[in-house]
């Protein structure tokens, strides 16, 4: 089947558009491939039109589990066998997907980084018939790109084993030298790359320059109608901006990392649905949501990078409508954003110091700790060595590249169970009310080992084969706790330090140049591309926007601030009255030449009559070809 009938028979689209068919024809060939293509721009159409069109499967590296899910639930309503393994699926479930991608003739798999160093999925994936590997957010595997992840290193591992599969990498957002390391850590046969523009007619990209940004806030949501994105740098921040449009009468939700995936699906499905007309969040809200119709994006602290600002802010008008992307921005927001810097990159004295309280944190010996892994509070550890929080975290997050740990801000520990009398007398109880033998029975018939030892169980799976919520599932385990029949631990999410190494004196930790020096160097470039974002007013927002993702001829786009305001400024203004041109000519008393008079665009009649009545009002004197003001 033709490329263009598949699309018409899944999609229902008669044609592609943008350089889809250049990336699919360019896949068909075999070739490994990078697409350069704006946020709304049909990424997804680019390899699942090739795979459908040939036999195999492809397998789509991504780190957003919503856009996983979501892409399956797509691929499936459209009749087409379709495949996701993330975090929280039980071992059983991440084998029954695998199976089924190898005897269940699927054709796409979605899968996170890091599942490519789990030992059973490498022993899996060997069988299966591959034909082309996806990597969505392909500047991740960039050391050199603004959201640079380790995990993406191991897809080379993935070429190793299926060599003849073309491989595919998809970003929105990437410099020229982004671009050639993609293709380098990737180990692409040859150079590659299709290029879309990243310009948006319907996207006016505005700076405003206020001192009170929540007033200045209100008075753009009053002024542009519809759904809205805001985005602050800080959870605390979401929750306070969030509050004070609700105060004021703005249906609002708020969400970051730190909120459970339940409350992140209700407020996310608030915003969808049009329940809230703003989502207030940091960047942990947007990648993979599929809403066309955001009218409003803005700013209320300035981004860390022009490639975290261009991709929240091109979530706006995806629909092709007019929309607004807007940067608030006030005095102190230079030396806010000139902080972080040494937040971020802390001093290497700083950096050695924090490792050493680390390791007597933990009474971690010289020469030992290999291995070791610990729960970690960050603010317990700050408060007990007076250390500041940012620079902390960051430094924590530098001896992670630098190898010497493995700090993971975020590890989320099942819950646990174990059953504390034996079957018999399980069953002997008398008393309990309904859901709770539902949800005896659910444990009981899907895991093992039970009354011997604790065992993690589901409990999203456990909610949707009880009908339970999960909160009721908490308080039937927690009084099945007090009654002295089971031990509960529920699910918690806490921080952990692995030691990577054996551990060494600070003093000799090793800061080499990419890990540092020169990535504190291009930390410190996008921080300045940023504030002449925001300050400039010389040149079109788009242009600068385009001109640092190397489209050096972009034009201007007409419609942000800046060129509102050269328009503004070069507008030709409507011509003077005669009567008032002449006074102002011959405002000066000087004498004049009658033929300075032909600019008023008068005709010739037209002027002799009016300097007649002039002069008999006796306010103009002519003395042959010359004339005067008369004083």
């Known amino acids: 089947m033709k490329y263009r009938e598949i699309l018409k028979t899944y999609w229902g689209y008669d044609d592609f558009r943008g350089i889809q068919r250049d990336i699919i024809e360019s896949i068909g060939r075999g070739r490994d491939t990078l697409g350069l293509m704006p946020t709304g721009g049909g990424k997804s159409i680019t390899f699942q039109v090739p795979t459908l069109a040939g036999e195999g499967l492809c397998i789509v590296v991504t780190p957003l589990i919503a856009l996983m899910k979501d892409q399956v639930a797509n691929l499936r309503s459209r009749g087409i066998k379709a495949a996701a393994i993330y975090t929280g699926m039980r071992t059983s479930e991440v084998v029954t997907a695998l199976e089924n991608c190898i005897f269940g003739d699927y054709k796409f798999l979605y899968i996170s980084p890091e599942r490519i160093g789990s030992e059973l999925f490498l022993k899996k994936i060997r069988r299966v018939n591959v034909s082309l590997i996806t990597v969505d957010e392909a500047h991740c595997i960039s050391q050199w790109g603004h959201d640079f992840r380790p995990a993406y290193r191991r897809i080379a ?125 940091t960047n942990a809200f947007g990648m993979g949501i599929d809403k ?200 918690k999410k806490c921080p952990i330090i692995t030691f990577t190494r054996h551990r060494v004196l600070g003093s000799d930790l090793r800061f080499e140049r990419a890990v540092y020096d020169e990535r504190r160097a291009i930390f410190g470039d996008r921080l300045n591309a940023v504030i002449a974002y925001a300050t400039g007013r010389e040149k079109c927002r788009s242009k600068v926007l385009l001109e640092y993702f190397g489209e050096k001829d972009a034009a201007p786009c007409g419609c942000c601030d800046v060129c509102a305001d050269e328009r503004a400024r070069t507008a030709v203004e409507p011509p003077q009255p005669p009567l008032q041109g ?17 600019s008023l665009g008068l005709t010739r009649d037209g002027m002799k009559a009016l300097l007649r009545d002039l002069c008999d009002e006796e306010k103009i004197i002519i003395k042959g070809d010359k004339i005067k003001l008369n004083k």
């Open 292 to 491: 066309p119709d955001v009218r409003l994006v803005v700013h209320i602290d300035l981004p860390s990078s022009i490639e975290a600002y261009f991709q929240e802010a091109g979530r706006a008008g995806r629909d092709g409508e007019k929309a607004y992307a807007v940067t608030l921005f006030s005095r102190i927001d230079k030396q806010v954003v000139a902080r972080r810097l040494s937040d971020n990159y802390p001093p290497q004295d700083f950096i050695r110091e924090v490792y050493d309280e680390i390791c007597y944190y933990y009474s971690m010996a010289l020469g030992d700790g290999l291995d070791c892994t610990f729960e970690f509070s960050l603010g317990d550890f700050c408060k007990k060595y007076h250390r500041p929080t940012l620079q902390t975290d960051s430094a924590l997050r530098l001896l992670t590249r630098m190898g010497y740990l493995e700090y993971v801000e975020e590890m989320e520990y099942a819950s646990r169970v174990r059953f504390i009398v034996d079957k018999d007398s399980l069953y002997r109880f008398k008393g309990l009310p309904a859901d709770y033998e539902t949800l005896i029975n659910a444990i009981l018939r899907n895991y093992s080992g039970l009354f011997n030892d604790f065992a993690f169980i589901d409990e999203r799976y456990l909610s949707r084969i009880t009908k339970l919520s999960r909160h009721r599932m908490y308080e039937i385990l927690v009084s099945l706790h007090s009654k002295r029949l089971v031990q509960y631990a529920p699910s």
């Open 157 to 281: 591992e993935l070429r190793d084993i299926f060599p003849s599969a073309p491989l595919l990498a998809l970003t929105a957002t990437a410099t020229p030298e982004v671009v050639d390391d993609i293709q380098q850590q990737l180990n692409f046969r040859e150079k590659n790359c299709h290029r879309m523009s990243f310009g948006r007619k319907n996207l006016a990209y505005v700076v405003r320059n206020t001192e009170n940004k929540a007033a200045e806030l209100l008075h753009i949501l009053g002024r542009v109608p519809g759904s809205a994105i805001v985005y602050t740098l800080n959870r605390k921040k979401t929750k306070e901006v969030c509050e004070f449009l609700t105060a004021n009468g703005i249906t609002a939700e708020y969400y970051h990392a730190g909120l459970s995936p339940e409350s992140k699906d209700a407020k996310e499905e608030a915003w969808k649905t049009g329940k809230a007309r703003v989502m207030v969040s």
């Open 582 to 598: 002449i006074m102002q000519l011959l405002a000066d008393g000087e004498l004049h030449a009658l033929e300075e008079l032909d």
